[in-house]
């Protein structure tokens, strides 16, 4: 086989999330995506110590596959098992992530099971989308990334995880600069007006926020967009419209200056019954139906003993935090991003909190001004799991539990040896499905001291 050479095979298995693989010969070929089971034409992209390829085209389904309610499915890089029975996405997850606590050595602890998101398709609370074109020169897009595409946008105006709601702004905003005639942010000559659109909506109030972020190479009227918005007939209401200016080369969403065009920069949900108030920039869960499930597993594993100390390491805007206070004698939460503190600053006052401290700095460096002793000590990380420098400076805290809520799974692989060397025991384990249709999974793991 040559690079670019078109073959046919049949996927004989797959490594998940989001790999597949299958024998031309004797040559094994690994792919992005697939299902066990079809018959795909392949283009193939690189010849190393293996062969790597890309699908170019499903010429015969696999036995268990179903047809994705997405028209774009497959080439929209936002969901990745649409085609396949929810319950076997389930299955997927669960095997996937004990095969790698089984390879990492974890072992004799009770497994929980998985927990089914409550919403498998509308569950999407927060969408980002990119302005672009499709092909060289042509018309405005507004959508998600092209799958296997560092440039090409999908128009997503019919996406089944996102809320209704969602899809209506997207195809209204995109008709309105079509018709302006603005171009978006060209990522190679750093030219250009239109970067991104940001929409959130509360789950339970209805609240939508939405943020328009452009560079400062064009002029927004500002009357006539937020007039196309409200032309609108959606099921939730408006209550606030921004315009961020960004001109940093980074294809990512920032404010340099923020602006609000309308109403209010922020939103409120509730998550077992308390409020948050979220902003365009803030960290809330994208399944609010899913966070509760996932917060009550947590709340289920720390227990019900009202005099402990925890603390709430990577606490984001306070919303686990928050969720322990009733059942604890003190919570102490810390976050990198200040405004977030903030936002969990606000939100426990409102909730009529006063049990919960939140500190702004860097884990690795605000743990060890920690002086309380902590029962109980909640470790939600960031995708890369805990930082090496910080894990010994957590453990040396030795509380008496740990609770690890992990959303991504070979990190969690790599960090829980570290504490079973350390004296701890993986008790409990659980996983929470908060992404159907995607490869992403939550699992929440109890660890006990010996």
């Known amino acids: 086989m040559k690079k670019n050479e078109v073959i046919e095979l049949t996927i004989e298995g797959f490594n998940f999330p989001g790999k597949s693989w299958g024998m031309h010969g004797e040559k094994k070929v690994v792919m992005k995506n697939g299902l066990p089971g ?3 034409l392949v283009n193939i992209a690189k010849k190393r110590k293996k062969y790597e390829g890309r699908i170019l085209e499903v010429l015969a389904k696999a036995p268990n596959e179903i047809d994705a309610a997405c028209d774009v499915f497959a080439k929209c890089g936002g969901c990745t098992y649409q085609n396949l029975p929810y319950q076997e996405q389930l299955k997927l997850k669960e095997s996937y992530v004990l095969n790698l606590l089984e390879q990492a050595g974890i072992a004799g602890f009770a497994y929980e099971g998985i927990v089914p998101s409550p919403e498998v398709f509308g569950y999407r609370n927060k969408m980002e989308y990119s302005f672009g074109d499709n092909e060289k020169d042509g018309p405005l897009m507004l959508g998600l990334h092209e799958q296997g595409s560092f440039y090409n946008i999908v128009k997503t105006d019919s996406c089944q995880i996102t809320d209704g709601d969602f899809n209506a702004i997207q195809t209204a905003v995109l008709g309105y600069f079509a018709e302006t005639g603005d171009s978006y942010f060209h990522k190679r000559s750093h030219e250009g007006f239109l970067r991104h659109l940001v929409v959130r909506k509360g789950k339970h109030t209805g609240d939508l926020l939405i943020n328009l972020a452009t560079t400062t190479q064009g002029t927004l009227d500002e009357a006539a967009f937020v007039k196309c918005l409200f032309d609108l007939s959606l099921i939730g209401q408006i209550r606030g419209i921004l315009h961020t200016q960004n001109d940093g080369i980074a294809d990512v969403v920032k404010a340099e200056t923020a602006k609000t065009l309308y109403g209010e920069d922020k939103i409120e949900d509730k998550i077992l019954g308390l409020t948050f108030e979220i902003t365009s920039f803030s960290f809330f869960q994208t399944n609010t139906l899913g966070a509760e499930k996932l917060y009550s597993v ?6 019900q003993e009202q005099n402990e100390v925890i603390y709430d390491l990577y606490c984001g805007t306070g919303t686990i935090a928050q969720v322990l206070a009733p059942v604890s004698k003190k919570v102490v939460g810390i976050e990198l991003v200040a405004e977030a503190v903030e936002a969990a600053k606000a939100n426990a006052t409102k909730n009529g909190l006063d049990n919960c401290q939140f500190i702004a700095g860097d884990v690795m460096v605000e743990v060890a001004n920690l002086h309380d002793s902590a029962d109980v000590i909640i470790l939600d990380p960031p995708r890369d799991g805990i930082h090496p420098k910080a894990i010994f400076k957590i453990l ?10 992990s959303c991504k799974a070979t990190s969690l692989a790599r960090d829980l040896p ?15 499905d908060m992404f159907p249709h995607t490869g992403h999974v939550e699992t929440v793991v109890l660890l006990s001291l010996k």
């Open 418 to 432: 570290f504490f079973v060397a350390a004296g701890y025991e993986v008790k409990k384990v659980q996983l929470v």
């Open 298 to 303: 947590v709340r289920d594993f720390v227990g």
């Open 38 to 40: 079809q018959r795909v």
């Open 396 to 405: 040396d805290f030795k509380p008496k539990v740990f609770v690890y809520v």
